[in-house]
T-cell receptor, first 116, second 114 residues
Framework: AQKVTQAQTEISVVEKEDVTLDCVYE???????LFWYKQPPSGELVFLIRRNSFDEQNEISGRYSWNFQKSTSSFNFTITASQVVDSAVYFCALSESSTFNNDMRFGAGTRLTVKP | DTEVTQTPKHLVMGMTNKKSLKCEQH?????MYWYKQKAKKPPELMFVYSYEKLSINESVPSRFSPECPNSSLLNLHLHALQPEDSALYLCASSQEGGGGETQYFGPGTRLLVL
């Protein structure tokens, strides 16, 4: 059974601080995909990144970076120099390639508040 | 601009009403999804359509009835809802519905059942 744990329920930082959101997953599949989504107060889930289980390279996109470590089953997300617009709920999700119907399992989410 | 649109943005309905939520995607995807999201919870999958055929129905009560008229459109018909059905309803789409595909979400419909 697949499972995603986001232990941090809420994080509050001051603008320009760096912040890391943790994600730990469980799966028995060897081929799987990990995702991060951002959900601002407006409600829409915004896709941020997709990473497959065979690609452990870290990725950087502007102020965002992701650290994928299979050894610890973690896929952490770091925002550098946070801004007020980064305030949102962030979801980590897992989808196994063996899942015919693309059943994506979400973590509970981490609410990030960036104060000016 | 989001390529998955949902209407209406907000809906208030009584327990005896019949209403429909609509979703449209403009990405040429062949799989579409309905999720329900309660406050401070992650989205929960309700239905999946792949190539216009229902492939998942996650034990959702019959007062929710999905419909996929074509690969670009997805409806959710609502009838005799309960107050606990109040939630954000999200639509998503992906390429074909296979495991691991990225799902792209619409802005959601906020439903309040009185």
């Amino acid at each position: 059974a697949q499972k995603v744990t986001q232990a941090q329920t809420e994080i509050s930082v001051v603008e320009k601080e760096d912040v890391t959101l943790d994600c730990v997953y469980e799966t028995r599949d060897t081929t799987y995909y990990l995702f991060w989504y951002k959900q601002p107060p407006s409600g829409e889930l915004v896709f941020l990144i997709r990473r497959n289980s065979f690609d452990e390279q870290n990725e950087i996109s502007g102020r965002y970076s992701w650290n994928f470590q299979k050894s610890t089953s973690s896929f952490n997300f770091t925002i550098t120099a946070s801004q007020v617009v980064d305030s949102a709920v962030y979801f980590c999700a897992l989808s196994e390639s063996s899942t015919f119907n693309n059943d994506m399992r979400f973590g509970a989410g981490t609410r990030l508040t960036v104060k000016p | 601009d989001t390529e998955v649109t949902q209407t209406p943005k907000h809906l208030v309905m009584g327990m005896t009403n019949k209403k429909s939520l609509k979703c449209e995607q403009h990405m040429g995807h062949r799989a579409m999804y309905w999720y329900k999201q309660k406050a401070k919870k992650p989205p929960e999958l309700m239905f999946v359509y792949s190539y216009e055929k229902l492939s998942i129905n996650e034990s959702v009560p019959s007062r929710f009835s999905p419909e996929c008229p074509n690969s670009s459109l997805l409806n959710l018909h609502l009838h005799a809802l309960q107050p606990e059905d109040s939630a954000l309803y999200l639509c998503a789409s992906s390429q074909e519905g296979g495991g691991g595909e990225t799902q792209y979400f619409g802005p959601g419909t906020r439903l309040l059942v009185l």
